[in-house]
């Protein structure tokens, strides 16, 4: 696929797998990254601008030089708790910087985009697995804020002509196969790469963040993909797109719940080690049960996910980590 396309956020997790993705199917990728929380090391194809999204001069040099065929958004703050906190961090980066993104586009008449968004748009769920057309009222700010541009969005199109796919990804977790490419945060707040740390000793123990939810074991349950998974799916809406296809959103999720034991427990077989809980209150915002249906962008656009179980995630994620430590 000979394709220009703009990766903003490519220097963080998703975006980084995306980018490699991308770039071994033959496109011409540039990433824009003003690097708040995505790494450097991690964009090693393509060429790498260091910017803000929300810098319109920016916006039309780079508009200008390339004739892109698409952007990718994945430059977002994503930390649930954190949101709570913050809330005008994320209204900012997440909502005022797209916008900015958009008008830059709107100006340059590049009409193809592709946004991640997040199951946190549905909130505390009515019915499981939860469909696209489940009703949306997030339970904390950051699910507000990407409620907001999927809304945005369809306003872009009807307006403008601006057609996109949002896709809700509910728990990204793993990393490629080379181990050169994973999840780095800093701080790390993600389920999976912390109890894997649990599991290395580097730190003493794993917070379970409430054990009172109406689950079997008491724990949240997520429902885990593997960052792989999530990056074809984006191959697969880029090519529906640049073929003519009509706005679309779609879930991305194995279809399958895990609750945060259940998480551990799997991790202490991978990793073959004792991993140390501490039952903590719940975070706020945290909704009790995420499970995706996916059955939609299997059906329409052919999405088969190649990661059918959660040990082959963690499996990635820990070797990663691994990998990692051996740099260090
Ligand atoms: N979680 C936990 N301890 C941690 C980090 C996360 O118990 O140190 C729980 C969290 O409350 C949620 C699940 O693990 O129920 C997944 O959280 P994560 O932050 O990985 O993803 P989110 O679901 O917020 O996108």
């Not at 963040?209 to 074991?217: A, E, I, L, N, V």
């Not at 194995?254 to 202490?268: D, F, L, P, Q, T």
Request: negative net charge; charged residues 20%; proline residues 5%.
């Amino acid at each position: 696929m000979n394709k220009k396309i703009l990766v903003v956020g490519g220097a963080g997790y998703i975006g980084a797998h995306m980018v490699r993705q991308l770039a071994i199917a033959g496109c011409d990728v540039v990433v824009l990254d003003s690097l708040p929380t995505g790494s450097r090391k991690l964009v090693q194809v393509g060429e790498f601008i260091q910017g803000s999204l929300g810098d319109p001069s920016l916006l039309d040099r780079l508009f200008a030089e390339h004739a892109f065929d698409a952007v990718m958004h994945f430059a977002a703050f994503s930390q649930v708790g954190e949101s709570m906190h913050q809330p005008l961090a994320y209204y900012r980066n997440n909502l005022a910087e797209t916008v900015a993104l958009l008008d830059g586009m709107v100006r340059h008449d590049v009409k193809r985009f592709i946004f991640s968004s997040t199951a946190a748009v549905y909130g505390e769920p009515v019915a499981t697995p939860i469909t696209e057309d489940h009703s949306c009222a997030p339970t904390n700010p950051y699910g507000n804020t990407k409620l907001a541009v999927e809304r945005m969005l369809a306003d872009c199109d009807e307006a403008y002509g601006l057609k996109y796919t949002a896709l809700r990804y509910f728990n990204a977790a793993g990393a490629d196969e080379s181990a050169e490419i994973g999840e780095l945060h800093d701080p790390e707040t993600h389920l999976i790469p912390i109890v894997l740390k649990a599991a290395d000793g580097l730190i003493d123990h794993i917070q379970v963040f409430g054990t009172d939810y109406p689950t079997p074991d008491g724990t949240c349950i997520r429902d885990y993909v593997h960052v792989n998974d999530l990056a074809q799916a984006h191959m697969l809406a880029l090519d529906a797109l640049l073929e003519g296809g009509e706005s679309s959103i779609y879930n991305l999720g194995s279809s399958n719940g895990y609750s945060v034991r259940e998480v551990i427990a799997k991790a202490e077989r991978v990793t073959g080690k004792k991993i140390p809980v501490v039952e903590a209150p719940r975070r706020p915002g945290d909704p009790a049960i995420l499970v995706a249906s996916s059955e939609k962008i299997q059906r329409e656009l052919g999405w088969a996910p190649a990661y059918d179980n959660l040990e082959k995630i963690i499996q990635t994620a820990w070797n990663w980590h691994l990998k990692q430590k051996m740099n260090e």
